[in-house]
């Protein structure tokens, strides 16, 4: 059965990095044709897609998010981990990986299996 555990630091300070690893379990990030995404819920506000790599290593991400974001996978440890740069008490949130099956799917309802999420609290 797929588990995806999400961690990263919890708290980060305005212009940071804040790094977070999905740990897959179950499954391989390298299986064909699965997707991995990141997927994040501002307090109060909707779902909003990040970015996603494919099983072959390849990104894409969202355009309000390409300048900052990073996503790459460690298929040793067979984990995700996304970075993003510079960040903003705007980007305060749950965090989410996920695994879908369409090509670099830029919608967070074409994910089907999704971690519990972790906390990022950016404030100084």
């Known amino acids: 059965q797929l588990q995806l555990q999400e961690s990263g630091p919890g708290l980060v300070k305005p212009s940071q990095t804040v790094s977070l690893t999905c740990a897959v379990s179950g499954g391989s990030v390298t299986t064909k044709n699965y997707y991995w995404g990141w997927i994040r819920q501002p307090p109060g506000k909707g779902l909003e897609w990040m970015g996603v790599?494919?099983?072959?290593?390849?990104?894409y991400y969202s355009p309000s998010l390409e300048s900052r974001i990073s996503i790459s996978s460690d298929t040793s440890k067979n984990q995700i981990t996304l970075q993003l740069n510079s960040v903003t008490p705007e980007d305060t949130g749950v965090y989410y990986c996920?695994?879908?099956?369409?090509?670099?799917?830029?919608?967070?309802?074409?994910?089907?299996?999704w971690g519990q999420g972790t906390q990022v609290t950016v404030s100084s």
């Open positions: 790599i494919g099983y072959s290593g390849g990104t």
């Open positions: 996920a695994r879908g099956g369409t090509a670099m799917a830029p919608h967070f309802y074409q994910y089907h299996d």
